[in-house]
């Protein structure tokens, strides 16, 4: 149980394989952020939409009462 | 008996939407927290504490991406498919909106396994790409994924696309036992399992133990993805329904406090 490599550069180079190993973890963990934000953002603007739905009924009921 | 009774009841209440909300809304930071803390612990044990690879050197670490990715890649679209026929047979909604979230998430998984075993290949086998029976199963498994994907919204009336959708994935699964069994029945590039439940592995037990968080942490993460995709599928379905009403009132009443 003891880290691989002995320095920074060792392990960002990985004997050459560096390259590969880590395109894929970035790319991997680039997807997985995208997955986590797509439905957050999704959420809020639904959230948003409800709220001004919301805003506008109030005006208009506001509206109604102050035509009679 | 009395236990899965119990659990019947479960899987019922989970399919309110608002009971599925709040419950979700409980978990989710729980899964975040768990699913990152296995994914950090496991990529610092597999990138840098885990011997090197005999043959392959340090490239045989993209096994800890590889791997897990595959597995929920596949283990997904059964979820994808039962959740179609569930809703096919009980007329559910929201097992038509988990459908539509495991598509989305099950996608993701598959370009993953897929990107990283052609950069793996590289480095191995001396190409990126092999129409190797493995290989070319998985493609068509991202094509069944994105098929499910653009048949739910390829219809003006929802509900039609999502049955069509969930007759496709359905149709589909029969890929899943091929692509399992693809590196036994052709003997082509990609090599066989790694991981065995009946007999010994075929890997050394120093580097299986990061596999195995990675594996947890990619099954939580899963799960972490299918709470937001479904509670975000959820709020814009129900929106015009009281509870979502209230949910907004009593939001903007707390931030009226602060």
């Not at chain 1, 149980?1 to 550069?9: D, E, R, Y």
């Not at chain 1, 439905?39 to 009679?68: G, I």
Request: glycine fraction near 6%; proline fraction near 3%; hydrophobic fraction near 55%.
């Amino acid at each position: 149980m003891a880290i691989q490599f002995s320095s920074w550069l060792e392990l960002i180079d990985m004997g050459g394989h560096g390259i590969f190993v880590w395109t894929t973890v970035s790319v991997s963990l680039l997807i997985f952020l995208i997955l986590v934000l797509l439905p957050v953002s999704a959420h809020s603007r639904t959230l948003k939409n409800v709220e001004l739905n919301m805003e506008f009924e109030a005006r208009s009921l506001q509206n109604a009462d102050a035509d009679k | 008996m009395i236990r899965s009774f119990f659990n019947l009841i479960w899987l019922y209440r989970l399919s309110s939407p608002k009971f599925f909300y709040r419950i979700s809304g409980r978990v989710i930071p729980w899964l975040f927290l768990a699913s990152i803390t296995l994914l950090a612990v496991g990529l610092f044990w597999g990138l840098l504490i885990a011997p090197p690879d005999a043959r392959q050197g340090h490239s045989f670490r993209i096994i800890y991406i590889h791997v897990p990715a595959s597995f929920l890649a596949l283990a997904g679209y059964y979820f994808m498919a039962a959740a179609g026929a569930v809703g096919l047979v009980w007329r559910t909604k929201m097992s038509f909106w988990f459908m539509k979230s495991a598509a989305s998430i099950g996608a993701a998984m598959t370009f993953i396994a897929l990107f990283s075993g052609a950069i793996w290949g590289r480095p191995s086998w001396g190409t990126y790409w092999v129409w190797d029976a493995r290989v070319t199963s998985m493609l068509i498994l991202l094509f069944l994924y994105l098929g499910v994907m653009a048949m739910i919204r390829a219809f003006d009336n929802s509900e039609l696309g999502q049955k069509n959708g969930a007759i496709l994935g359905l149709i589909g699964t029969v890929n899943v036992p091929i692509i399992y069994k693809s590196v036994d029945w052709w003997h082509t590039l990609h090599q066989p399992a790694t991981l065995k439940v009946t007999t010994e592995s075929s890997i050394h037990i120093d580097m299986l133990q990061p596999l195995l968080v990675m594996i947890a942490g990619f099954y939580l993460f899963y799960a972490l993805a299918i709470c937001l995709f479904l509670r975000a599928e959820i709020l814009y379905h129900e929106q015009g329904t009281s509870w979502v009403k209230e949910l907004c009132a009593r939001r903007k009443k707390v931030r009226g406090v602060l």
